[in-house]
DNA sequence: CTGAAAGCGCTAACAT
DNA sequence: ATGTTAGCGCTTTCAG
């Protein structure tokens, strides 16, 4: 009854010193029963504890981080990710955060890097005076974003960083390379050179261009070689990967061809064009996607793809963080996860 | 190049007594001169800023939150949901704080309402202390959520809660009943009453019963009746659609059905057991989903479906309670956001 | 228009 | 084990 009067007091009526009246004690001891019990008496810290229920007090989080410098939140930083991508990501980071008793505040920076590339860390920094530490992910060499930050003086965890530009953080990111060599094996294992063809994304983005080096490894460690025109570039899309598909299907090369596309959306567009134009995949057309989204089990035929722990990716960058935080001096620790090749219809068996 | 050394200097060590000494005037001024500048001199705000350029002064957050009870951060409370989803309401919400000035903290409940329905609530409120307000979304009626979290005195917006139980707050939804009313005359319109179903989503959920209830208000309103087996639910799943439509095929009862899913997955599944059974589609089965996820572009035949604005619901929700915090007055506004039936292969011409 | 001073609510020495 | 006291860095009266 007392409890909800004080519940629904007016928010943050109610301070320390309250419940320090109430419990006969001072201010310090109700700071400690609440946060070193081991440093009161268990007597005392029930009384005060009893006090704090009655109250229905809560502590100032501001006054707390202005002493302690810790606020308890995590920022997250995002460029602009596909959806089930974004979603997985921020699963993985807030449920592993929440479990370790912080909460994730998100700094997307999408629509941050466009005219002034400088503005995204500019915004990020807005945040900065509230996280504790930033989870950044950077899909690009060389990226301001990546050089920025760490300038800021902020626990930083990277992910998807290309191991060499980061080694003096943290960082988690996918075995992109070790993925696409798997793939490239199996799909084009006794194939005609002249028939392969790699269907890439962004062509500075960090991980089209291991899986393209993958995909040029497969033959140049064979010696053959590749005419310059088997390793596309351009985006993300499905759209892409159905504009090039019809590109092929003009000059007729499209049959008996083997494509390793840089995702699964990608690849679902060649495989629609494909199918299309009558060609029957496997049998005439074998596909291989990237990513393991849910897409690639929804297509007919179904899509064989490398398989990326996304939500792994988030909860391993949060938990690296929530480490560095409570231990500064630990080195560098770089996690690398590893993908699945998960074979499908649509690369034949 | 001091700037360099400024910014790279240990985190928060520049204060505004910094800032005060280097520009010769009180901290007050500096303070006045960065949050109300028309109450100071041109001259000496000037001054003052320059001083907070050379030193890279960044008011410490916390202490500024003490003083004025407002932290910029907006607490959004997302039950578990599907990835676009979730990825599509972030992405407008972040949008609309950031640029309103505001940044999101994410308070997901998705895997709080577990065996204690009052842990949700319990979780979100860890964040209180910290965010200036909450947007929250509820998909069931009479959930404890709603209750618990208005008797917390945050300023809160509800996305997709039935308007009358949550009168006293902003809210924001879709007219479900609309689109689903549109989406019905278009999927029905001179079809035989016994040869429709509803394949609903969980059945305590909101959305989903809206749905069904407009699907039952088309025949009712024409005097005619339907078999309870024509209405029924499970859950959100491509599975589940799956299995409603074998189960049809069993009876002999996909052909020639109307049928209309709660949302784009379950019309996938339908769509995809219709197909396999040798179904034409839309001339032996009719399907019209709900959501317009993009999965019902990318299935063939493309799926109709009535498409919810979702991240307009994030970014509405947004700037309603971004409206809230600047006047607690205002009497409880209730936006509600149209869908649109799109209309393509699965449900006919 | 500007400065001095009083806290915001809490934690962390420092005493006892 | 507990109380006293001094701030954390800022905003805001209140005087000038």
New binding site residues.
Partial sequence: MSRDLASSRSR?????????DLA?????????????P????????RRVLAAVEELG????????A????ESGVLGIALPDLHGEFYSELMRGADSEARGLGYHVLVSSIHDDLGPKPADGPVRVSRALGLIDGLVAMITEPSSVLATQLDAMGVPLVMIGAEAGQTDEHDSVSVDHAKGARQACEHLLAGADPSNCYFVGGPRRNYDTLKRAHAFRDYFSSRGQTLQENQVRFHDYSLEWGKAWAREMVQSNALRDARVFCANDEIACGVLRVGRDSGLDIPRDLRIVGFDGTRLSELVRPQLSTVQIPVDELGRNAVRLLIERLSDPELPPRHVKLEPTLVVRESSGS
């Fill in positions: 943050q009526s109610v301070s320390i010193q309250d419940v320090a006969k004690v001072s201010i310090a001891t109700v700071s400690r029963a609440m946060n070193k081991h440093m009161v008496s268990s007597d005392t810290t007090y809560r502590p100032n989080r501001f006054a707390q202005l002493m302690t410098r």
